[in-house]
């Protein structure tokens, strides 16, 4: 394990074949069965485990000193085993034939191995990367606590409590689909059944494609450059969730709003300052709309609700479409007791998701600000008239454009411009309230915020995902109810 890094620094600088070979023969069966258990495909899952060897080898030079290879070769057989379904599915559509799935002949697993298996991957990927990692040396690999410590740059002690709080946190997940049993036979059944041996040649014939450069089937190499491309988007989705973050916190300043008078209109000052009052006047508040935003070339479309109540009543929630079969979700709540927030995804294989409790109302809005695409910030934060909230940042110096309508209604617009980010409010004529925001953030300005987003996510690996262009961002609300009749059950999780 100590010199997993150092064979792969061998690879990288001499393209040893040896090096590599060792690397294949000492994970080669950790990779083939998370392949298999996600694509049920004997054949499917060599193929996989050969893509994921040679993205390892065109990575080899880029892994940080603290990669812990196991986790990271778990994660990238994941990206791929969805990436090749996806491929398989697309094949089967424009074919119009049906692929008979080969299921692996188990020789009769225990019960516990039966219900976690089709979930375990997929738990496994919405841990934290160290708790991920903790466990992938634990039980996929049965290092002892000693070993895991040393991996993780940590104590025995520290390695026993990170693996005891990540299975915990792994019961939970599998509780949430039914599966209920103690964190220490969950955590006895993945050492038992999580790795079977792959077929004696596919190591050989790794080492063979990758170390030699023999040709690999076009299939395996159409598998290696879309899942690097999802790679890639996962590492930039991650940055910009930060990134927004960081935009938004950076925009939330002291308010200076130049003093303009044209002749009878009203002036910024006192727009904003209408919209203020309105919001603090309210007893509750709905909504529910969609924020789009154009980077790179993608174009990224987040479908979100807001329901709230004062003093200490609301629930937002979020879903972004990433690719075919693949969903972001999340939401915040508090009944009036605790403040939390969710996340999860979901694909053609389930759901999964990832509960805590935030604090207080700012933390859970603070976090969800960029993965919500901004729902929780403009609009929630005003309502309850938090410190510092973004709808004031956002009109910092800000003058009056040409009046405009959004969804047939007649619309203030205020515009201001911050380092590198143009900011456009739309505000109702008729009744102060919201009604969309656009942000236009430079290229420049992008760029530094995902430099400060890598330090706070050992996700992103260096050199930064390619930025292009810069982002332009439109969150627009629609169907508003004000003070209707609300209670704390509205805003249990279950609704």
Request: hydrophobic share 40%; aromatic share 6%.
């Amino acid at each position: 394990m100590n010199d997993d890094l150092a064979l792969l620094r061998e690879y990288a600088r001499n393209h040893s074949e040896d090096a590599f070979a060792a690397l294949a023969s000492r994970y080669v069966h950790l990779v083939y069965s998370v392949a298999l258990r996600q694509v049920r495909d004997t054949h499917l899952a060599e193929e996989i485990t050969q893509a994921v060897f040679i993205i390892l080898a065109r990575k080899a030079g880029s892994l940080g000193d603290k990669t812990i290879l196991s986790g990271w070769l778990c994660c990238t057989a994941r990206y791929a085993a969805a990436n090749a379904l996806k491929i398989q599915t697309r094949r089967q559509h424009r074919e119009q034939e049906a692929y008979m799935q080969n299921i692996l002949n188990e020789p009769a697993p225990d019960q516990t191995w039966d219900q976690i298996s089709p979930l375990l991957d997929d738990a496994m990927g919405q841990l934290g990367q160290k708790d991920h990692d903790a466990l992938v040396l634990r039980f996929f690999e049965n290092r002892n606590f000693a070993e895991v410590g040393a991996a993780l740059g940590a104590s025995e002690d520290a390695a026993k409590m990170r693996v005891s709080r990540a299975l915990e946190k792994l019961r939970k997940l599998f509780t949430r689909r039914g599966v209920t049993s103690t964190a220490a036979t969950i955590g006895e059944t993945i050492s038992t059944h999580s790795v079977q041996i792959a077929p004696e040649t596919l190591a050989a014939t790794i080492s063979v494609s990758v170390a030699k450069g023999s040709a690999a089937a076009a299939s395996t190499l159409t598998l290696v450059k879309s899942t690097l491309k999802i790679m890639t988007y996962a590492k930039l989705k991650i940055s910009l969730g930060i990134a927004v973050a960081i935009l938004l916190v950076a925009g939330t300043a002291t308010v200076a709003i130049s003093q303009i008078d044209n002749n009878t209109q009203l002036t910024p000052q006192e727009i904003f300052k209408k919209a203020q009052d309105t919001y603090a006047s309210l007893s509750s508040y709905s909504d529910n709309g969609q924020t789009v935003a154009v980077i790179n070339g993608m174009t990224l479309t987040t479908t979100f609700s807001i329901k709230m109540a004062k003093p200490n009543l609301y629930k937002i929630d979020w879903q972004q479409a990433v690719f075919a079969g693949y969903t972001n979700m999340g939401a915040i709540w508090s009944a009036g007791r605790r403040d939390n927030l969710i996340m999860g995804s979901r694909t053609s294989g389930g759901e999964t998701e990832n509960k805590q409790n935030s604090g207080s109302a700012e933390a859970a809005m603070g976090t969800a600000a960029g993965i919500s695409s901004g729902a929780t910030t403009y609009v929630p934060e005003t309502f309850f008239n938090m410190k510092g909230n973004s709808l004031a940042g956002a009109i910092l110096n800000a003058k009056r454009s040409a009046d405009d309508h959004v969804g047939g209604e007649d619309c203030y617009v205020l515009t201001s411009e911050l380092k590198g980010r143009t900011t456009t409010l739309w505000i109702d004529k008729s009744d102060f309230l919201l009604r969309q925001v656009k942000t236009v953030t430079s290229a420049e300005a992008l760029k530094a915020a995902l430099a400060q987003a890598a330090k706070f996510t050992k996700v992103i690996e260096a050199p930064h995902p390619a930025v292009t262009g810069g982002i332009v961002s439109t969150e627009t609300h629609q169907n508003i109810v004000v003070n209707q009749t609300f209670s704390p059950a509205d805003f249990q999780e279950s609704n």
